[in-house]
T-cell receptor, first 110, second 114 residues
Framework: AQRVTQPEKLLSVFKGAPVELKCNYSYSGSPELFWYVQYSRQRLQLLLRHISRESIKGFTADLNKGETSFHLKKPFAQEEDSAMYYCALTSAAAGNKLTFGGGTRVLVKP | NAGVMQNPRHLVRRRGQEARLRCSPMKGHSHVYWYRQLPEEGLKFMVYLQKENIIDESGMPKERFSAEFPKEGPSILRIQQVVRGDSAAYFC????????????FGQGTRLTVV
């Protein structure tokens, strides 16, 4: 069974401070991992996917298969980063349906 | 391309009534996924459809819930005889197809059962 865990419901940081959102998963096959973001009153949108190995809006995430983690990091948080962040997992074997974590609300204070 | 369109954005139903939620996928997308988000919880997969076919309904409650994606028109999530526990945000996503393709989400329909 697929499972995604985001242990922090809320992260509050000051502008310019580093932020790290934790994501752990369990899946026996080869998963695809994603981070989705939902800004206030907007739809859920893709932020990062592990296969792209790219940095979006200063965020990076590295898939650690040994620790089954896909933590999201940004060295210097900005106020516009305040949003809900969801880690998600999918696989071709699962028909590409997404399994989401419970979400982490990030609040960046000025 | 207007993106994934869901309507209505907000829906209020009395217990025992029926709720119909609509999802128009992005142009060119033939795969639709429905997710439910209960208060204070993450999104949970409900059903995956392609045109005229249900591919995976493992997340659908066994009773009162049904989904369709007809050849013409939007995908419909139908909830019969709604109960208070059905109150949630229902999100639709669409994609081109299988493979690790990006799923685009609608803005959701917030169902409140009174």
């Amino acid at each position: 069974a697929q499972r995604v865990t985001q242990p922090e419901k809320l992260l509050s940081v000051f502008k310019g401070a580093p932020v790290e959102l934790k994501c752990n998963y369990s899946y026996s096959g080869s998963p695809e991992l994603f981070w989705y973001v939902q800004y206030s009153r907007q739809r859920l949108q893709l932020l990062l996917r592990h296969i792209s190995r790219e940095s979006i809006k200063g965020f990076t995430a590295d898939l650690n298969k040994g620790e089954t983690s896909f933590h999201l990091k940004k060295p210097f948080a900005q106020e516009e980063d305040s949003a809900m962040y969801y880690c998600a997992l999918t696989s071709a074997a699962a028909g590409n349906k997404l399994t989401f974590g419970g979400g982490t609300r990030v609040l960046v204070k000025p | 391309n207007a993106g994934v369109m869901q309507n209505p954005r907000h829906l209020v139903r009395r217990r025992g009534q029926e709720a119909r939620l609509r999802c128009s996928p992005m142009k060119g997308h033939s795969h639709v996924y429905w997710y439910r988000q209960l208060p204070e919880e993450g999104l949970k997969f409900m059903v995956y459809l392609q045109k005229e076919n249900i591919i995976d309904e493992s997340g659908m409650p066994k009773e009162r819930f049904s989904a369709e994606f007809p050849k013409e028109g939007p995908s419909i999530l139908r909830i019969q005889q709604v109960v208070r526990g059905d109150s949630a945000a229902y999100f639709c996503a669409s994609s081109h197809g299988q493979g690790a393709t990006e799923a685009f989400f609608g803005q959701g329909t917030r169902l409140t059962v009174v």
